[in-house]
């Protein structure tokens, strides 16, 4: 079976730094894409990062660029996102999502193949 585990959310202050694990088993790590979204209280699940081994692609939604950093490590097929200067916006629970397509279509969740059970991120001001 496919099994995708966050960890690492935590309640943080503005301006500080968390990095975000997703642990995935059950699948070749290279045959799938690995996302991560959002969902804050009362909104939409947004799409915001995603990286594959097959060809190195990346990708960040404006609302995190130049913030968050996506990594990969093969040898234990984790994915990281690291978070810096969070700011209270970015308060949510944070998922990642196993894909067969390429990061070009990491904004829709409805092409997820998997999904994790989620860590919750609290930026307090």
């Known amino acids: 079976d496919v099994i995708l585990v966050e960890s690492g959310g935590d309640l943080v202050e503005a301006g500080g730094s968390l990095r975000l694990s997703c642990a995935a088993s059950?699948?070749?790590?290279?045959?799938?894409?690995i996302n991560w979204f959002r969902q804050a209280p009362g909104k939409e699940r947004e799409g915001i990062s995603c990286?594959?081994?097959?060809?190195?692609?990346?990708y960040y939604a404006d609302s995190v660029k130049g913030r968050f950093t996506i990594s990969s490590d093969s040898a234990t097929n984790t994915v990281y996102l690291q978070m810096n200067s969070l700011k209270p916006e970015d308060t949510a629970h944070y998922f990642c999502?196993?894909?067969?397509?390429?990061?070009?279509?990491?904004?829709?969740?409805?092409?997820?193949?998997?999904w994790g059970r989620g860590t919750l991120v609290t930026v307090s001001s």
């Open positions: 059950g699948f070749t790590f290279g045959d799938y894409t």
């Open positions: 999502a196993a894909s067969l397509y390429d990061c070009s279509f990491s904004i829709y969740d409805y092409m997820m193949a998997h």
């Open positions: 990286t594959t081994t097959r060809d190195g692609s990346l």
